[in-house]
């Protein structure tokens, strides 16, 4: 009789190797370090501030449009509600401020991981600071105010068009006078000149305004309506 084939035994499973703790703690700090890099980066891009003191006269400022607006017709308004809440929110958290970089200007500065600011244009020079009168820095905030409150990933003609009309209906309620619509800018509807500076946004139709109707933004801004 033939004897029967004695069965192989599986092969001993290969030991994994470890992973050294020291390798560990190396790749965290690298990752660490790279993160940090990167914010460094971001906040290097920020534009220069005014000195403390005088960003203190500049929000000093901004509270009295706010009390304006608050006792404006626009201030009642739901929309009004809203940006100015907006605003005061920048405000208490201390990220609305303002830069001698922007001069005349505005922008809502927005980086990936940290937190949105609103910096103001204001001039700066040894004798103190000038900031914009109420009405210019009511299109300012306002404007700014808008783009904060829609946080939009990519802003659309009809954003820029709600943000302007926010800046001329501001500017009117500090001013004691009712907005101009369709708000005109250079002469031309406030659309009509986003459509013919603003080359890079497109439309959408399916853009939410600010306390409004599509169609109430449309008429203020000038934008013809589909017939």
């Given at each position: ?16 190797p470890r992973?050294?703790p ?9 990752g660490?370090?790279?993160i ?16 403390p003191?005088h ?29 100015t ?5 920048f405000?208490?958290?201390?990220h609305?401020?303002?830069?001698p970089?922007?001069?005349a200007?505005?922008?809502?500065w927005?980086?990936?991981?940290l ?7 204001a ?10 009168n109420?009405e210019?820095?009511?299109k300012r ?10 946080n939009?990933?990519?802003?659309c ?6 943000a302007?009309?926010a800046a ?9 006078r ?7 800018r250079?002469n ?11 080359t890079?946004m497109?439309s ?5 305004p600010?306390?409004?109707s599509?169609d109430d933004?449309?008429e203020k ?7």
């Open positions: 009789m033939s004897e029967e084939p004695t069965p192989s035994s599986p092969p001993e499973p290969k030991e994994r992973t050294s020291v390798r560990v703690a190396i790749l965290l700090l690298i660490v370090v790279a940090g890099a990167v914010w460094a980066w971001r906040l290097s891009k920020r534009p220069p501030e005014v000195t003191e960003a203190k006269q500049g929000i000093a400022q901004v509270e009295a449009v706010l009390e304006k607006i608050d006792a404006s017709d626009f201030g009642q308004t739901e929309r009004g509600q809203i940006l809440a907006r605003l005061r929110k405000i208490a958290s201390g609305l401020r303002f830069s970089d922007l001069r200007e505005s922008i809502l927005d980086q990936p991981g937190p949105q600011m609103i910096y103001i244009g001039m700066e020079s040894p004798r103190g600071a000038t900031f914009p109420a210019r820095l009511a905030l306002y404007h700014e105010a808008l783009h904060a409150e829609q939009s990933k990519v802003v003609l009809e954003e820029e068009c709600d302007f009309t001329e209906e501001a500017s009117a309620a500090v001013a004691g009712k907005p101009r619509y369709p708000v005109l250079d031309e509807p406030i659309w009509d000149w986003v459509n013919v500076n603003y890079e497109s959408n139709e399916n853009y939410r600010v306390g409004r599509h933004l449309a801004a000038g934008e013809p309506l589909p017939q």
